[in-house]
């Protein structure tokens, strides 16, 4: 049962965690994630092609998600687009109080419930709506039975993982590293069992087939190292993992290597380091006084974590009573709403040019009437991003090509360069705030 400490720290991850996670939808992919789901569940069965866009139509598509698309849908059907904001809090509560337990088997609970506290800060940028949250918590997971010892849960782990998200491969790489010579049954179990997914092999090769592509890191901000020019707690994090390495074992100090490299080789790695490694990091600098590790479980130091916990009452009430306006589970001002509902009256044939990041949008709201040009699943349009960037940056004449790919409506954001350079050339069906239509007329 729980003490009446650990009822407080949870509870303080709780406030926490509902001020960080239950925020309103901002992020772009969300929206193709829902339609997917949403196909996926009415039809009752796997997607394998591109259905939502006429440049990538019927290329095969490994949908790696496709089991967190039917939660988040499942979720936004039964409660609203709010069920989606409510599906990301349960989440993040479950992944800091997977950590925290994972992390006070490591050290004492006040260092535990610091450190936690610590990597829920770092990880708070990911908390946007989309399916890598179940990639966090599936990694919390993994690491609290490979603490705890109880290997026989994690090919069990691996296998609902690949069918949640593309990220099982970094929990491939982790029970690879703890286990090896140390369970080989468990660890060729933890190998094999990923294959239980609708696209069994190809998953594999999906993974290393999408990591080996320059493409992203070239015009995907998330898949560009990191910037700092302004310090951050990544940083001091690795300035302090140079003195905490040298009191981790063997295999968690090739952990602390592997990982800061993948961090600092694309910052979205940031959200797998801080789950990895910043606990060994801590752990690593208490070895040099042994005899914190060795205090029994007292009652002062928890003060520390109980204090910080519920200093975070006030904000998360406030927040609390931002819910209650009607327009608090979607940000509008992100998303072209009007130009949406607009190209809903209308028939401007199916091909539609929009933005990378409002592909998703429009995938959700104008499929299948319309088709999209591109949007946010770089790893079916790997080969298009360049042409794309090339027609929205203006290095090459936007008409021609457009025309060349027979788009017959383009949804574009206002006093972009593009907008500039064809509303001196044509006039637009429609504008508003943030958004312009245009009909390419020589294709109706």
């Known amino acids: 049962m729980l003490k009446n400490k650990d009822l407080i720290i949870f509870s303080s991850f709780f406030l926490l965690c509902f001020y960080f996670a239950y925020i309103p939808i901002s992020t772009y992919d969300v929206w193709w994630h829902l339609k997917a789901g949403e196909i996926i569940w009415e039809k009752k069965e796997i997607l394998r092609k591109d259905i939502f866009s006429f440049t990538s139509e019927g290329k095969e598509w490994i949908d790696h998600s496709w089991l967190s698309q039917v939660l988040l849908y499942l979720f936004q059907k039964n409660f609203g687009i709010n069920g989606v904001i409510l599906l990301q809090f349960i989440l993040v509560f479950l992944i800091s109080s997977v950590l925290y337990l994972r992390i006070s088997k490591m050290m004492p609970k006040s260092f535990a419930f610091l450190c936690t506290v610590l990597i829920i800060f770092m990880i708070k940028k990911g908390f946007n709506h989309r399916p890598h949250l179940f990639s966090l918590l599936m990694l919390s997971l993994l690491l609290y039975f490979i603490e705890s010892k109880k290997y026989r849960y994690i090919p069990v782990i691996l296998a609902l993982w690949s069918n949640l998200h593309g990220g099982f491969i970094v929990g491939i790489i982790v029970s690879s590293i703890y286990l090896f010579q140390k369970n080989n049954r468990i660890l060729l179990a933890s190998l094999l069992s990923p294959l239980i997914n609708p696209y ?3 998953i594999y090769l999906y993974t290393f087939q999408y990591a080996k592509n320059s493409v992203h890191t070239r015009f995907i901000s998330e898949w560009q190292s990191p910037s700092f020019h302004e310090p951050t707690i990544l940083e001091a994090m690795i300035l302090f993992s140079f003195l905490a390495f040298p009191k981790v074992n063997m295999r968690e100090k ?12 694309a910052v979205r790695n940031e959200l797998f380091y801080a789950i990895i490694v910043v606990p060994l990091i801590f752990k690593g600098l208490l070895e040099y006084n042994p005899r914190i590790l060795s205090i029994e479980r007292e009652k002062k130091p928890i003060y520390i974590g109980i204090v910080i916990g519920l200093s975070f009452i006030l904000i998360p009430f406030l927040g609390y009573l931002n819910v209650s306006k009607p327009d608090y589970s979607v940000i509008h001002n992100n998303y072209p709403y009007g130009a949406v509902n607009f190209l809903k009256q209308k028939d401007f044939g199916k091909n539609l040019f ?8 429009c995938i959700y709201h104008l499929y299948p009437k319309y088709k999209v040009f591109i949007d946010g699943r770089a790893d079916v349009h790997q080969n298009l991003l360049e042409t794309y960037s090339k027609i929205y940056r203006l290095n090459v004449e936007p008409i021609s090509v457009l025309k060349k790919y027979n788009v017959s409506v383009l949804l574009i954001e206002k006093n972009s360069p593009l907008d500039i350079y064809l509303k001196s050339r044509m006039n637009s069906s429609y504008r508003d705030g943030i958004s312009v239509v245009y009909i390419l007329e020589e294709n109706n």
Not at 254 to 265: C, E, P, Q
């Open 254 to 265: 090739i952990l602390v290597l592997l990982f800061t490299h993948l961090v600092l080789f």
């Open 200 to 202: 069994t092999y190809k």
């Open 354 to 361: 929009t933005t990378y990041r409002w592909g998703g949008f």
